[in-house]
């Protein structure tokens, strides 16, 4: 009898370790991932915002402080492909090819709307609304921001589909 009760708590405590390592992991991952690519778009249309301001004639805008926030996206997409390898906190680099790719081609666009945001600031009297330059960078954002939700849409698909895989492990115990 004691021996069935020890046996049958030490099971209850296995499970109850694996839930918690596993949970933990799963959790650990693609929240941080998900996050790290919602702070990416977040930081280039704020960036893109303000260049917008600031061609607008609003003399309050600092663009240092737009480039800023470009290099923190730039940062974490670097992270997310590996290229930061001694970034302190919870962001891993992505593992999967098509994540990797999907990802590799955000930041190529998003290095791109740099290149071309920097040149549209600086040749000022002729990037207005309209001009060849704002639309060239309107196309390459509208193309970073459907990578980016491509993107993230794909992390999300994958967290679900881990969460799914645990939840059966677990109803399956």
Partial sequence: MVASVAVLAMAVVGVLLHTMVVGGRITGLWIPQVEAMTQIQLHATRADLWIEESLAGDRSVDLDQVWTELD????LGSTLLGENATEP???RPLTDEAALAATERMIALLDEFRVLSEARVAARGGAEAGSRIDLEVDDIFGEFNQ???EARSDLQQRYAADLQRFRLQQRGM
Avoid at 72 to 75: D, H, L, N, S, V
């Fill in 72 to 75: 923190e996206a730039r940062r």
């Fill in 89 to 91: 906190g919870p962001l």
């Fill in 147 to 149: 990578a980016a939700l």
